[in-house]
């Protein structure tokens, strides 16, 4: 039976330190989610400023030329916005970050934030559409510098206290 209670204790200390990395890992993959959307925002803001390409084209070309995790994304706005089936470019752009985006790191903010950029793409003239792009671009700015600034404190937090909530069940149910 004493070895029952120590394989126990051994698998409750793991599976809540595995849960403590988790949420660490967590962390850092909402920080690399955010970098890889700045970098295809600002894509899509320079297709549009530089090149003059219409938005439907724009996003076209982001799923031509590069990939990404947020390839099924930009691929689902691409083919609803080549459907010319009536919706708006904004709720193609929300369904989008609701069907594809279930398994990205990013958060129910991130999410509306997203969604807020794409409310207010859709309809307006090129100089508009640019500074919505800028202004997504900063607030994902601020949040990339903000979550980076605390990622290796909170990812320290998450490990030691998953080790040390494991010990401490381990403790009570000894």
Not at 28 to 42: A, T, V
Not at 52 to 79: C, G, Q, W
Request: glycine share 6%; with cysteine.
């Amino acid at each position: 039976m004493n070895i029952m209670k120590i394989i126990g204790c051994i698998l409750v200390i793991g599976s809540s330190s595995a849960v403590g990395f988790y949420f660490s890992g967590e962390l850092k993959s909402r920080i690399e989610d955010l970098k890889e959307m700045r970098k295809l925002i600002g894509l899509l803001r320079g297709d549009i400023r530089y090149a003059n390409t219409p938005l439907p084209e724009a996003i076209y070309a982001i799923t031509r030329r590069h990939s990404s995790r947020f390839d099924m994304f930009f691929r689902y706005v691409s083919k609803q916005l080549s459907e010319l089936s009536g919706e708006t470019f904004s709720a193609i752009w929300r369904k989008a970050v609701e069907l594809e985006l279930l398994n990205s790191a990013l958060t129910k903010k991130d999410k509306s934030n997203l969604i807020q950029l794409g409310e207010n793409l859709g309809y307006l003239d090129k100089e508009m559409q640019l500074n919505t792009i800028d202004l997504y671009l900063s607030q994902i700015e601020d949040e990339i510098t903000d979550l980076s600034k605390s990622a290796k404190e909170r990812g320290y937090l998450y490990n030691t206290l998953g080790i040390m909530a494991g010990v401490f069940i381990t403790i009570v149910m000894a």
